[in-house]
């Protein structure tokens, strides 16, 4: 492409996809997100000179999916204009680290994040640039197991087809690098959804609950605890369950000692989930956990490229309730915390 003549089209995606990315970092209703996709799609079916012309004309509002903002974001795009909409959306939805800023540029990766593999919004290649972009050194790709099947869980063939795409961009992405993983679910009995011989196969599992939260005190307290003695289970992610934002949630009740004495004694890190309608665990679980022992990983549970910025709500977090740094297994390298999840397997 001739750099003084950009293609149009591409420039225009390049900014409507920059507007999902800050529109997902701010956690935006996920309507308003799509609108700015289907706009992408709809101008992508455009001949470049119509698209030019409607731009300076002013009627790409005229078409199916393109709104004031939307068309306000593609024109400024196409004529090479600086758009108020993308400038004020950077500013509103900026993640400025606070108190846990020295540890936020601590972490080298991200654990816990989900791709369009199962319910993410973002392909596996997309993440790892984002990632990538951040100063990341590597990415930790978790996709849901097979029995959340809301979010087209990965089936054993589907996660082995999955460790082959990871393997390609391996080898494209040096010395970057993607970890495979998985979420998967701890099941009512405190087994996990996926057969020992795919657990092997896997860098880092995280087991989550995510069925019968509001399982009584002393079932769920086994459930979990039988999850986190598995020798597969490096961490436990976002421990309650409970959800802040919007509706809200209730955390799940179980008896955190019994949990966090579990997880300390098989090796098993208690996950800060950043996600901020989650900001889970609780900070008085969180220093329960630290009070037993346990080692902690700060994750993002990115569903969108957008989301993996959250890491600085973590370290935050970490750092009010004094997580000391060497607790954090990832602040380690990728060996480093590859040497981690294989000691306690």
């Known amino acids: 492409m001739d ?65 004031s903002s939307t068309g306000s974001v593609i024109s400024d795009a196409v004529l090479g204009r600086p758009n108020a909409y993308l400038s004020d959306l950077e500013t509103r939805t900026r993640v400025d680290p606070g108190v ?69 961009l391996n080898e494209q992405m040096a010395p970057f690098r993607i970890l495979t993983g998985m979420e998967v679910d701890i099941l009512l009995d405190g087994s996990l959804d996926l057969a020992d011989e795919m657990l092997d196969r896997l860098d880092v599992v995280v087991a989550s609950v995510h069925s019968k939260l509001a399982m009584p005190r002393e079932e769920m307290t086994r459930r979990m605890v039988l999850a986190v003695a598995s020798p597969h289970v490096d961490i436990l992610g976002h421990c309650t369950g409970r959800k802040v934002v919007g509706h809200g949630r209730p955390p799940s009740d179980f008896d955190p000692d019994m949990v966090f004495a579990a997880c300390a004694q098989f090796g098993t890190a208690v996950e800060i989930n950043c996600r901020p309608e989650r900001q889970d665990p609780p900070e008085e679980l969180l220093s329960l956990a630290l009070g037993w022992g346990c080692d902690i990983a700060i994750d993002t549970d990115a569903h969108a490229p957008g989301h993996l910025e959250w890491l600085p709500y973590g370290a935050d977090k970490a750092v009010r309730c004094g997580v000391p740094v060497e607790r954090i297994v990832n602040t380690r390298d990728a060996d480093d915390l590859l040497a981690w999840t294989a000691s306690h397997n």
Do not use: N
């Open 100 to 168: 846990g800023a020295s540890l936020a540029a601590q972490l080298k990766g991200d654990c816990h994040t989900h791709t369009t593999w199962s319910d993410g919004g973002a392909p596996l290649e997309q993440m790892a640039r984002a990632a990538m972009a951040l100063g990341h050194e590597y990415l930790v790709v978790t996709d849901h197991s097979a029995r959340l099947t809301i979010a087209h869980g990965l089936s054993a063939e589907r996660l082995s087809e999955q460790l082959g795409a990871i393997a390609t």
């Open 3 to 67: 750099p003084l003549h950009p293609d149009p089209t591409e420039q225009a995606v390049q900014a409507l996809t920059e507007a999902v990315r800050l529109l997902d970092r701010s956690l935006a209703p996920g309507q308003k997100v799509r609108a700015f996709q289907r706009a992408a799609a709809t101008i992508q079916e455009l001949d470049p000179d119509e698209l030019c012309e409607r731009a300076g004309g002013g009627t790409l509002t005229d078409l199916e999916g393109i709104g």
